[in-house]
């Protein structure tokens, strides 16, 4: 157990559906991320949250809203996605950004987009 | 573009024998560089990582790296491999300052430990 929780582990939607991904970490982290894991492509970040702010939007399509309520939780809304969104997403927290920190995964959730 | 780059899909070893997942990394200035393990359904999870010293790091499970400034390398290493390190292995870079900064990721590698 990392100390990250997301739910749901897999969900299946249609290109109309709206669905939101939930994280929660128990750790005390001040930073919070989304990435994006596809087969044989490099892990992609897609968000970052520092002290719920986000510093980070790496060039995302807008039918992902990210929402950080408090420094515990991460929200993924999802609308009108595209069947090459199919992925795993996973969340990950860290004390602060920097060189030492370290990143501490949630398990993902696997998305299917049909 | 500030990259990391594992030039193998998969790498097969067999159990008790020495194994490599080889990373290079392409960042200006010095780099800090991670590896992280992900198992069948789980996260990744953090194994080691160098921010500056030692070349040789050593990690969690037995795995140590082995920085190399003049090859842009981070190889991931072990002297004895077990069946239980099958797994995906990522190498990550982080880019950035202070609190802008992330960490990026290579595409990863599957090594599988054969009995």
């Known amino acids: 157990e990392t100390g990250v929780t997301q739910t749901p582990r897999h969900l299946v939607m249609g290109m109309t559906n709206k669905k939101s991904l939930k994280c929660e970490q128990h750790l005390g982290h001040n930073a919070m991320y989304w990435y994006k894991q596809s087969a044989k492509k490099p892990l992609e970040l897609m968000f970052v949250y520092n002290f719920k702010e986000q510093t980070e939007n790496n060039s995302v399509p807008s039918r992902f809203s990210p929402e950080c309520p408090n420094s515990s939780h991460l929200f993924l809304h999802l609308h009108t996605l595209q069947p090459e969104d199919s992925a795993l997403y996973l969340c990950?927290?860290?004390?602060?950004?920097?060189?030492?920190?370290?990143?501490?995964f949630g398990s993902g959730t696997q998305l299917s987009v049909l | 573009a500030q990259s990391v780059a594992q030039p193998e899909d998969q790498v097969n070893v067999a159990e008790g024998n020495p194994l490599t997942v080889k990373c290079t990394y392409s960042v200006s200035g010095n780099p800090y560089l991670f590896w992280y393990v992900q198992y069948p359904n789980r996260g990744l999870q953090f194994l080691l990582k160098?921010?500056?010293?030692?070349?040789l790091v050593k990690g969690s499970y037995g795995f140590e790296a082995e920085f190399n400034k003049s090859q842009t390398s981070f190889h991931l290493k072990k002297p004895s491999a077990l069946v239980s390190d099958s797994a995906l292995y990522f190498c990550?870079?982080?880019?950035?300052?202070?609190?802008?900064?992330?960490?990026?990721f290579g595409s990863g590698t599957r090594l599988s430990i054969r009995p």
């Open positions: 990550a870079v982080l880019v950035g300052y202070s609190s802008a900064s992330k960490i990026i």
């Open positions: 160098y921010i500056t010293g030692d070349n």
């Open positions: 990950a927290s860290s004390q602060v950004p920097g060189p030492n920190e370290k990143l501490f």
